[in-house]
């Protein structure tokens, strides 16, 4: 099959760099079935890749991700293709999540929907001054409930039920503001900015990153209490980690 026959593009540089780039530009990047199995597998591979660095997805063509291919829901309208359909979504957003290493958003034109909720579930963003966003299901009918999950994550929670009830796009410096995303930049500039925040985390011990990533998350879903007693814990193990006690003892030289 040619790449460009391809739902999803595989890239690997030799940092350990990943570039998964959504390739349906004919249908606005729509997470088709064969996307979400496509993105599923590739997730799969960058877990099992030991010495992977970072994740980068992006798209071709004009728009990020339009959200769910409506014409395959459409012509399947079965309420136990629906639930399976949802629960593979669910599953592939999951492991962006759930990698060891930082997956970056990169953002071009349109996220709606399912595309708005990828957004939300990359660890960081980075957006071009064109892109807007929006949870537009409610416009036809069908409220945005599993992107609201990842929204509400992100975006404080009155912003967040106003993007879901009104179905209306916002700016990419409103997504700035907002929390959504991490950086905006010309359309010119998106792919240096994106260096720019791969290079800082390639720079990073690999095990310092993974441990932070996987308590990050952990802690937000907890108490307080809970939260600083896990956070205790990962800190003491990442602490005997070879590479931080160097970087310590490094420190503690140099300021001798």
Known sequence: MLAHDLPLLFE????????????????FNALSEAMLDAMQSALERVAADEQARAVVIGATGKAF???HDLKEMRARPSLDYYEKLFAQCSRMMMTVQRLQVPVIARVQGI?????CQLVAMCDLAVASRDARFAVSGVNLGLFCSTPSVALSRNVPRKAAFEMLVTGDFISAQQALDKGLVNR????????AEVASLVDSIVAKPRVAVAMGKALFY??????IAAAYDD????????????????GVQAFIDKKR
Request: net charge negative.
């Open 12 to 27: 690997r540089d030799t940092r350990g760099v990943i570039t998964l780039t959504l390739n349906r530009p004919q249908s």
């Open 65 to 67: 991700c339009a959200g």
């Open 111 to 115: 996220a709606t929907a399912a595309g």
């Open 184 to 191: 905006v930049v010309d359309g010119d500039a998106l792919d």
């Open 218 to 223: 952990r802690q937000l879903e907890t108490g």
């Open 231 to 246: 956070a205790g814990r990962t800190m003491a193990c990442n602490m005997m980690d070879a590479c931080a006690l160097d």
